[in-house]
């Protein structure tokens, strides 16, 4: 009988935390918190060690240990979210790697250890990583009601919180294990887990992608109500961070719903109120800073916990990076115009005829510190939420509104930037917010691949790209499969349950 390894690998020892005397941790911290047996469910504080746990995870270099297998020996098993964003990025058209070296599998979408298919080490990442995020926010979820030390209010906040994690991690394995919402609502998604595992959970068989994003919605919406705005720091989802999510899911599911771009209208502007766009300098100090007064969610990472050498700012700062091996494609450079600060983040090394791929280089991601690789990571932030309002009013075939929108942040980037006429049309309106989005968002979370496989759209590679391809919009390469080692351990899950 087969038992799931999502569940053998994030047990949590949880029928002995009731009883357990160990002491819990009495100084929460992204860094410090993870949910293991030592955290006691029985106080407020032991409550907030094991949300605080669950952070640490998106923004840990490896929680498993660096083999990721069982024994933690053999396959890269997790970098962070930051690695999972960085991935589906150099799976786009505008950055990629040029040196044949890290992140070239990635950037060349081949079949291999390092690509999407299920014997990988990227596919055991995703999974990994928020399947146990799920399990611990269960166990938050599970046995908050029953601390001492909190107010109902306080108690219904770690819920809240904790069901938020619940539908970002469902969220992003969604969009990872399944093409669109839009394009085949019931069609397998990933399987549900509503309870920490224990020793004798069992696995779940893969729940259509209704159902995942009925679960979503009701963890967000139920989440939005009981969150404050206030929090301990920007690495906690407060109401804000719920609602830009939810704006995101919207954006999702409004591609087969036209009535749900209002919705992801009113979630996104709640989301950003509050954190006021950067200003161009700020654009240009290296995104590598918390305090940013846009960011409205992310992780801060203190040089003693620097990511090191699998940051992103190892791979994309040309100065003080280690890898220094993404570069920027020059079709993608040319869409910016010379006066537009955001173009002030290319360097230019064309006077280099031998290397016609490292043409362009960025120094959008930038080390905080020369004495080490250090810096913040960004999750969320308020430009991305204007050009999700942008959009969904232009989806609304409020051309003047969604103009408006999407020149108070375009005229900001280019001092010489002309406002689009509405005669333009709907349709072309749109596809400005999409290169818009790739534009301002570059780098940070996967935005063009999401946009073409929300939209249903073939990637098409150009310019001076190292890996020139065509990747149709019904090409199977554009899921990750589950990894193999879930569906030898799942009953639930077999080979025939597989993504092609």
């Known amino acids: 009988m087969k038992q799931s390894r999502i569940i053998i690998i994030t047990t949590l020892c949880l029928l002995a935390l009731t009883a357990c005397k160990k002491e819990f941790l009495n100084a929460p ?11 006691v469910f ?14 640490w995870i998106f923004r840990s270099e490896n929680y498993n240990g660096y083999g990721g297998s069982p024994n933690n020996s053999g396959n890269l098993t997790n970098r962070g979210l930051q690695t999972t964003m960085f991935f589906f990025e150099v799976r786009g058209n505008d950055i990629f790697e040029a040196n044949r070296t890290w992140w070239r599998v990635e950037t060349s979408w081949e079949e291999a250890a390092a690509g999407r298919i299920q014997t990988g080490n990227r596919t055991r990442q995703i999974w990994d990583m928020f399947y146990k995020t799920i399990n611990n926010a ?16 306080e108690k219904e906040a770690l819920i809240a919180e904790a069901q938020a994690i619940r539908a970002y991690s469902y969220f992003w394995l969604a969009r990872c294990y399944q093409f669109t ?25 893969r729940a259509s992608l209704k159902t995942v994003y009925q679960l979503i919605l009701a963890d967000l919406t139920a989440a939005i109500d009981k969150l404050p705005a206030a929090r301990a720091g920007k690495f906690r989802i407060n109401k804000n961070v719920a609602q830009g999510i939810l704006a995101e899911v ?13 919705k992801a209208i009113d979630n996104a502007q709640a989301a950003r109120t509050g954190f006021p766009l950067m200003s161009n300098s700020n654009y240009a100090g290296g995104f590598n800073d918390i305090s940013n007064q846009e960011w409205i969610w992310g992780f801060p990472v203190p040089e003693d916990q620097s990511l090191i050498y699998y940051s992103q700012f190892s791979f994309m700062d040309q100065t003080n990076g280690y890898y220094r091996n993404i570069y920027v494609n020059a079709d993608f450079v040319s869409k910016f115009s010379t006066t537009d600060a955001r173009r002030a983040t290319f360097v230019d090394y064309s006077a280099n005829p031998a290397a016609p791929t490292k043409a362009w280089g960025s ?32 989806q609304q075939n409020k051309l003047q509104e969604s103009v408006d929108v999407l020149f108070s942040l375009q005229s900001l980037r280019d001092p010489s930037a002309v406002k689009p006429d509405v005669s333009i049309g709907k349709d072309n309106l749109i596809r400005m917010i999409l290169l818009e989005r790739r534009k301002e968002l570059y780098g940070e979370s996967g935005v063009y ?4 496989k929300r939209y249903q759209q073939d990637l098409v590679r150009t310019g001076n790209h190292p890996y020139l391809l065509t990747i149709p919009a019904n090409d199977p390469r554009w899921l990750i499969q589950i990894p193999i080692t879930e569906i030898d351990a799942n009953d639930k899950i077999n080979p025939e349950d597989q993504n092609p």
């Open 29 to 39: 911290s992204p860094e410090n918190g993870d949910l293991t047996d030592n955290i």
């Open 42 to 55: 029985s106080t407020k504080s032991g409550a907030e060690s094991a949300i605080t746990g669950i952070y």
């Open 138 to 153: 269960n166990a938050v979820i599970k046995y908050t009601p029953d601390i001492k030390g909190a107010t109902q209010a």
């Open 181 to 205: 919402y839009a394009k085949n609502p019931d069609a397998p998604g990933v399987p549900i887990y509503t309870e920490p595992a224990s020793k004798d959970s069992k696995g779940n068989p």
């Open 250 to 262: 919207y954006q999702e599911l409004a591609m087969a719903d036209n009535s749900l771009w209002q």
């Open 363 to 394: 120094r959008k991601y930038r080390s905080r510190l020369t004495t080490s690789i250090t810096g913040d990571i960004i999750t969320m932030r308020s430009a991305e939420m204007y050009l999700i309002e942008a959009e969904a009013l232009a």
């Open 449 to 452: 691949f999401f946009d073409l």
